[in-house]
């Protein structure tokens, strides 16, 4: 049925193949050594016993699968890493659009902010000219109201002065009182006496004329002096006029600004939208590329595991191959040391004729090896083995009642433990939500505000997690205990202390120099706690301290003093009774 070259034809001259799997089975006894038959489902029966019902695959077969297969993975390799390449290139060129639609981006916000910027410098010059604006209106008012005043000054002086010119006029003339002293010689002292008073009244006339005329010059300056002012307001009325006017001008200019940057911004974002659409695109081709490329690297990864796979199947194969070869010299070897013959003279040697069916080698076999596990397991018969039995049916029954027992004992202890762990949770939970609240007021007690917590941490099991003190003293941030100072450690350690004591309060409480590390004011806070909770919860407390302010806050004084070298004596001190003699008295 098949042929081969003159090496193989000897092996296949031993091969046959049948049509079904009985027939296989059937010819199976009746081969001689070399002879083996096949069918066209890949199952072999052997001379020697050997059936393979599972065909499986050929060597050859499989290694040319192999050889086929990596040279298809290989042209997949190439054309993978073409696509992966110009994935890489559009993605390159995606990443390069997307940075620049970004930079253009950037440029157009950076652009707007400008605008928005320079609107609002316009904005801010137009309120600062319209303030200026204002300023001179007001000053202009107000020149004008000083300019009508000096007017009315000037109006009243030229008034007096045609009054003074009027009583001057109204003066008798010299010549004709001269004429009249001349007449009047005879009343001589009564005309000195007038005429004196007269130049007195007219030298005093003169005087006051001349200081009007003084102060009518003084007003004409000052008069000029605002004429050229309002004409310098007048001046720069008009320019500001003007200035308003341009400013008007630039206000409506600005006005028509914002539209225009509507336009714009509306230009730029529709730019914008059409850079992030293409940067979404371009991100689309990347992760597209990527994903290509990913598939193109797996499937290299999966073609150089199969090649890996291929060459492990084949070096097996060869081992395999060696192994067989091995196997038939060491065959030869052993058949010629037992039998002194090659292995094709074994038939001649088993006085088997040509073409006679050798024993089935199977069968053979296994009648060989039952005769020689009875011929071992007969040994010496054991006459206590049935006793022997009994008592370790026996001991294993023991075993395993012990074993249930002790299986139950473990269960009952485990519900034990995790009743015990939940019931303390419940306990420990209760217990530190009350030492909390304790803790929070006394902590905000001892340091006029402020607050404080105890948290537990590195762990959410209660009975496993540790315990964290979080403090926060007035005027300070949220903190752990030891970042705290010396003295706010220790009252926060007193509040925790005195926490913990309210929780469980006792009828007796020794405190040993507690207070030495605290300041005269937080000794006072110190004492007044103390005595809130002796009368809150009827605890006698004993304290032990050298403060002057503690020894005077408390009910009695224990000191030991030393009258003499060498002798010790108790002294104590009832200052409460001290106290409530004083108030009667």
């Known amino acids: 049925m098949v042929a081969a070259p003159p090496a193989l034809a000897r092996s296949l001259a031993y091969a046959g193949w049948v049509e079904s799997e009985e027939a296989g089975r059937r010819l199976q006894r009746s081969l001689v050594p070399g002879q083996r038959v096949v069918d066209r489902q890949g199952r072999i029966w052997r001379w020697d016993g050997f059936t393979r019902i599972a065909p499986g695959p050929s060597p050859a077969a499989e290694l040319l699968r192999h050889k086929n297969r990596l040279?298809?993975?290989?042209?997949?390799?190439?054309?993978e890493k073409e696509a992966a390449r110009m994935a890489e290139q559009s993605a390159a060129a995606a990443r390069a659009a997307r940075q620049r639609a970004a930079e253009a981006d950037r440029q157009k916000r950076s652009e707007l902010r400008s605008a928005e910027e320079t609107a609002a410098a316009t904005r801010s010059a137009e309120a600062e000219i319209e303030r200026q604006g204002l300023m001179m209106e007001a000053r202009l008012t107000a020149a004008t109201a000083a300019i009508e005043a000096v007017a009315a000054d000037l109006a009243e002086t030229r008034a007096q002065d045609e009054e003074n010119e009027r009583e001057m006029s109204a003066l008798p003339d010299s010549a004709l009182a001269r004429a009249t002293l001349d007449a009047t010689r005879l009343a001589a002292g009564e005309a000195r006496s007038q005429e004196g008073?007269?130049?007195m009244a007219l030298d005093k006339l003169g005087r006051e004329a001349e200081a009007r005329?003084?102060?009518?010059?003084?007003?004409?300056?000052?008069?000029?002096?605002?004429?050229?002012r309002c004409a310098a307001a007048a001046r720069q009325r008009a320019a500001l006029v003007e200035r308003r006017g341009t400013l008007e001008q630039e206000i409506a200019n600005v006005a028509a600004r914002p539209a225009a940057i509507a336009a714009e911004s509306e230009t730029l974002t529709t730019a914008l939208a059409e850079a992030a659409a293409n940067c979404r695109r371009s991100g689309d081709s990347l992760a597209s590329g990527e994903t290509r490329l990913r598939e193109a690297t797996e499937n290299s990864r999966r073609a150089n595991q199969a090649l890996a796979a291929a060459r492990e199947q084949r070096a097996r194969c060869e081992v395999l191959r060696d192994g067989a070869n091995e196997a038939l010299l060491w065959l030869a070897r052993e058949i010629h040391e037992?039998?002194?013959?090659?292995?094709?003279?074994?038939?001649?040697?088993?006085?088997?004729?040509?073409?006679?069916?050798?024993?089935?080698?199977?069968?053979?076999?296994?009648?060989?090896?039952?005769?020689?596990?009875?011929?071992?397991?007969?040994?010496?018969?054991?006459?206590?083995?049935?006793?022997?039995?009994?008592?370790?049916?026996?001991?294993?029954?023991?075993?395993?009642?012990?074993?249930?027992?002790?299986?139950?004992?473990?269960?009952?202890?485990?519900?034990?433990?995790?009743?015990?762990?939940?019931?303390?949770?419940?306990?420990?939970t209760a217990a530190f939500d009350r030492v909390n609240g304790h803790f929070?007021?006394?902590?905000?007690?001892?340091?006029g505000g402020g607050r404080a917590y105890l948290a537990l941490v590195d762990d959410p099991d209660p009975l496993a997690a540790g315990l964290e003190i979080m403090a926060s003293p007035p005027g300070k941030r949220l903190q752990t205990l030891s970042l705290l100072s010396g003295g706010e450690q220790a009252l926060t350690a007193l509040a925790l202390i005195f926490a913990v004591f309210l929780t469980n309060p006792t009828p007796v409480c020794v405190l040993d120099e507690i207070d030495a590390p605290l300041d005269d004011a937080n000794v006072d806070r110190f004492c007044a706690l103390v005595g809130e909770i002796s009368d809150t919860t009827g605890t006698r407390f004993?304290?032990?301290?050298?403060?002057?302010?503690?020894?005077?806050?408390?009910?009695?004084?224990?000191?030991?003093?030393?009258?003499?070298?060498?002798?010790?004596?108790?002294?104590?001190?009832d200052l409460a009774r001290a106290v409530r003699l004083r108030l009667t008295a």
């Open 213 to 228: 005329r003084g102060r009518l010059s003084a007003i004409e300056v000052e008069e000029r002096s605002w004429r050229q």
């Open 440 to 447: 929070s007021a006394l902590f905000a007690r001892l340091f």
């Open 71 to 79: 040279v298809v993975l290989a042209e997949e390799i190439a054309r």
């Open 197 to 199: 008073n007269t130049r």
């Open 542 to 573: 004993l304290v032990v301290t050298h403060h002057r302010i503690t020894m005077a806050r408390v009910d009695r004084l224990f000191g030991v003093t030393m009258a003499e070298r060498g002798v010790s004596q108790l002294v104590s001190v």
């Open 338 to 428: 037992r039998l002194d013959a090659s292995p094709e003279a074994l038939a001649e040697l088993a006085g088997l004729a040509a073409g006679e069916r050798p024993p089935d080698p199977i069968e053979t076999s296994a009648r060989l090896d039952r005769l020689i596990r009875e011929r071992d397991n007969i040994g010496p018969v054991n006459l206590m083995a049935e006793s022997e039995a009994a008592e370790s049916e026996a001991r294993v029954t023991g075993l395993r009642h012990e074993r249930a027992e002790l299986t139950e004992a473990i269960a009952r202890l485990r519900r034990g433990i995790a009743a015990l762990d939940q019931e303390g949770r419940q306990r420990l």
